[in-house]
């Protein structure tokens, strides 16, 4: 990150350095995140898609929640501590270093938030502060998170060891001729960083073979995960439509024809759930709106209420730049 996104927050010192109040919160706010969704039911009687080559579609529970990941860096700064505070939104994760300067200094790096608070400022007062502004550190966790994600997902390379982005996660591409179809070590509904995707190929395999199977699996998954949010939403908004299918298109993310025929991109399971719920609910909008419109955009909010966040993010990507097959 060349510049990375910073906050400060102002005291009123008395001669002998100690604070003459409570900090005061000043700076710039930011847009509101996205609130954290709890996982949702699935509905069996979703339509079922129609590509793609006929592949085999599994079952899964996805987790919805759009937290930013705070992770603790590995090593911490010199004299450095980390420290969580509870927020509304979520709980945020920050290196806390001390100085002799007058101000609480909230500054979003390559590692993540780190606050820079005087020496004489209480934990209780840097708690207070982070909750206080804890919509902009948010904001930019999460534009701080999709540069990294963007970025990541530039650097995939197809060999055993190399990384590829699945539902916001990144998980590590392995091969094992021992199995008869892929899987991945973890959990596939709920996957973690380090997750290890194995492929049923031959230690030999080269990058091509290993690009078209690993394009097989996240194809299914992208089935699987799409079919069964698309079911919940026709539930919770009372809309039909024809039939849904997969795309590989290159410019967009989704459409939506008159007729009640919708298109996903299959790509969109590189991203965290978040996303892909708002792509859904965009084109289920336009069921009803087939413009974009005030009324359209009104529609959206009614079928997932706060998406503006996943747009957002949305928006800094497009399918030319995610990993190509």
């Known amino acids: 990150m060349s510049s990375p996104d910073q906050l400060e927050l102002l005291f009123d010192v008395q001669p002998n350095g100690a604070p003459a109040s409570a900090p005061q919160l000043g ?39 759009s937290r930013v990941p705070t992770p603790c860096p590995d090593p911490l700064p010199p004299g450095a501590r980390w420290r969580e505070v509870p927020t509304e939104q979520q709980p945020i994760g920050f290196v806390l270093l ?19 608070a005087p020496n004489w400022v ?25 540069r990294k994600q963007q970025l990541a997902m530039a650097h995939t390379r197809w060999l055993p060891g190399g990384e590829l982005p699945y539902l916001g996660k990144r998980i590590v ?5 021992d199995s008869r179809q892929a899987y991945l070590s973890g959990n596939a509904e709920a996957p973690q960083d ?17 690009r078209d199977s690993a ?19 026709l539930q919770i908004s009372g809309l039909k439509i024809s039939r849904w299918r997969l795309s590989s298109a290159a410019t967009r993310w989704g459409s939506c024809t008159s007729d009640g025929n919708i298109m996903l991109n299959w790509r969109l399971i590189h991203f965290a759930p978040a996303i892909i719920d708002y792509v859904i609910a965009h084109e289920l909008a336009h069921l009803r709106e087939m413009n974009h419109s005030q009324d359209f955009w009104r529609e959206v909010g ?6 503006e966040d996943a747009k ?8 030319a730049s995610l990993p190509q097959f």
């Open 27 to 65: 700076g710039a706010t930011g847009a509101s995140p996205l609130q954290p969704t709890p996982p949702k039911p699935l509905y069996p009687d979703a339509p079922p898609p129609s590509g793609p080559a006929g592949e085999p579609l599994l079952t899964l529970s996805p987790n919805a929640s």
């Open 98 to 116: 001390r100085s002799r300067r007058r101000s609480i200094g909230f500054v979003v790096t390559d590692d993540g938030l780190r606050v820079t």
């Open 122 to 146: 209480t934990l209780a007062q840097v708690d207070d502060a982070v909750r206080e502004k804890s919509r902009w550190i948010l904001a930019k966790l999460r534009e701080w998170h999709a």
């Open 173 to 177: 591409i392995g091969v094992s001729g």
């Open 194 to 210: 380090g997750d290890t995707l194995w492929l049923a190929l031959p230690s030999s395999a080269d990058q091509g073979r290993i």
């Open 215 to 233: 394009q097989a699996w996240l194809q299914q998954r992208a089935g699987a995960w799409f079919g069964a949010r698309l079911a919940h939403f």
């Open 302 to 307: 009614q079928i997932l209420p706060g998406f």
């Open 312 to 319: 957002n993010i949305l928006r800094r990507h497009d399918p």
